[in-house]
């Protein structure tokens, strides 16, 4: 079984600042990680993806995401928050086999304060 | 939202009503699924397809059923037997071959909001 832990329901940051947005996984196997971004009733948009290689995804609107094995984590970050950053982000995991649908988080709503 | 269109954005059903949710993608996507949403409560998979004419249940499956008969179109329909329907509905498609940044990134339509009367 794959399950997404998103910690955090809400994160709170001021517009300028650094924000992370936490992930943690459990999967056996080689995972495929993924965030998506959702902005009030509309569909989810891709933000990147880790696959295999670099550990430091770069990926839409300047966000970023740091894969670390031996934690299990995927934690999203971006180094200077803007207020049109505010939105719901998902997590997402599949293992390179079996079935190829993705298992999300709960999501957490960020916040950034003008 | 890219290639991919739901209809209708908004759905009102009565007790005892089947509905059926319109999701149709332009992105030669061989894989389909359907997503609900509840506050609170992220995305569960109801139904997911990887080829036409094959579809498999996810993990909250009761309630729906689903039809493959061409690649672009994956409808879902909301039974009567599905006790608690009202949800956001997203329908999604992904590529499945080779393993590029494309490979199993799934696109998301804009949404069925489906309320029970």
């Known amino acids: 079984a794959q399950s997404v832990a998103q910690p955090e329901d809400q994160v709170k940051v001021a517009e300028g600042n650094p924000l992370t947005v936490k992930c943690t996984y459990s999967?056996?196997?080689?995972?495929?990680l993924f965030w998506y971004v959702q902005y009030p009733n509309r569909g989810l948009q891709f933000l990147l993806k880790y696959i295999t290689g670099d550990n430091l995804v770069k990926g839409s609107y300047g966000f970023e995401a740091e894969f670390n094995k031996s934690q299990t984590s995927f934690h999203l970050k971006k180094p200077s928050a803007l207020v049109s950053d505010s939105a719901l982000y998902f997590c997402a995991v599949r293992v390179n086999t079996g079935r190829r649908a993705l298992t999300f988080g709960s999501g957490t709503r960020l916040q950034v304060q003008p | 939202d890219g290639g991919i269109t739901q209809s209708p954005k908004y759905l009102f059903r009565k007790e005892g009503q089947n509905v059926t949710l319109s999701c149709e993608q332009n992105?030669?996507?061989?894989?389909m699924y359907w997503y609900r949403q509840d506050p609170g409560q992220g995305l569960r998979l109801i139904y997911y397809?990887?080829?036409?004419?094959?579809?498999q249940k996810g993990d909250i499956a009761e309630g729906y059923s689903v039809s493959r008969e061409k690649k672009e179109s994956f409808p879902l329909t909301v039974t009567s037997a599905q006790k608690n329907p009202t949800a956001f509905y997203l329908c999604a498609s992904s590529s499945t071959g080779g393993n590029t940044i494309s490979t199993d990134t799934q696109y998301f339509g804009p949404g069925t909001r489906l309320t029970v009367l």
């Open positions: 999967v056996s196997g080689n995972p495929y």
């Open positions: 992105l030669n996507h061989d894989a």
């Open positions: 397809s990887q080829i036409v004419n094959d579809f």
